[in-house]
């Protein structure tokens, strides 16, 4: 026998025990959770993740993912699929009302027309918080006497005064005959998208009328009607 080799005991007894000493060994192995506080509990068919789960590299999960707790994303998350959402799960402004309408309008019926161009209806429009585009829309309708002996027309347009120094936009003047001591009318209007916007700031819209010669027309008959549409986004 070389020197540090095993030499077991003449009498058999050492084999029964250490028989025992390896059964106690399985049955507490066979008894305990062998991962300790991992949290990890093997189940049939899957394992239950009691506690927080760090994942410092890629995951890929192939089937069904059910989350039943709140759960936080401090990075990018791609969604390459549909994306089904509870009505009403969603909590953040932006996504709730994502665009706002509005509608509003003017009308004028005390109209004092001359030569040049005249206010006969303004409607102003204030930009709702946390919104920064509007989508505007102005119609305007003027119908009036022309109170003169001396056949004229009527002109009319419409005004988009914008915030931010971007100054006016402005539709096409519309005219329409009117002869002497006859009515006549025009519909003149304006659309704009305008953008850079904050809360707080207006839009003013605007209605203008005017008479082609020879002299002004002065206070007439007739009426005026300005209708301003809105949409706003964020």
């Known amino acids: 026998m070389q020197p540090g080799q095993f030499k077991p005991p003449n009498d ?3 084999m029964v025990r250490k028989l025992q000493e390896l059964e106690r060994t399985v049955q507490q192995l066979a008894a305990a959770n062998v991962f300790g506080l ?4 093997p189940k049939d068919g899957g394992t239950d993740l009691d ?11 192939n089937g069904p993912l059910e989350v039943n707790g709140e759960s936080e994303f401090n990075g990018s998350l791609s969604i390459n699929g549909p994306l089904n959402l509870q009505p009403g799960s969603i909590q953040n402004d932006a ?10 309008f003017n009308d ?12 006969l209806c303004t409607f102003t429009v204030t930009i709702p918080d946390g919104f920064s585009r509007a989508f505007i829309v102005a119609y305007g309708s003027i119908g009036i006497m022309n ?8 002109g009319g347009r419409v005004y988009i005064d914008r915030p931010n120094g971007a100054g006016p936009t402005w539709g ?18 304006k659309q704009t998208t305008v953008t850079g916007l904050s809360g707080g700031q207006t ?3 605007r209605l203008v009328g005017l008479n082609t010669g020879p002299t002004d027309w002065g206070a007439t008959v007739g009426g005026a009607s300005l209708n301003v549409s809105a949409t706003f986004t964020r």
Do not use: Y
Request: charged residues 15%; negative net charge; proline residues 6%.
């Open 12 to 14: 058999e007894s050492w």
């Open 108 to 119: 004028n019926d005390a109209l004092t027309i001359t030569l040049s161009e005249t206010n």
């Open 51 to 61: 506690g927080f789960v760090n994942i410092n590299g890629d995951a890929t999960i």
């Open 95 to 104: 996504l709730t009302n994502p665009v706002e309408f509005f509608a509003g």
């Open 38 to 41: 991992t949290g990890i509990r």
């Open 172 to 189: 096409p003047r519309r005219f329409q005959q009117a002869n002497a001591n006859a009515d006549a009318s025009t519909f003149p209007f």
């Open 203 to 205: 839009i003013t819209c």
């Open 147 to 154: 109170p003169t002996g001396a056949n004229s027309s009527i």
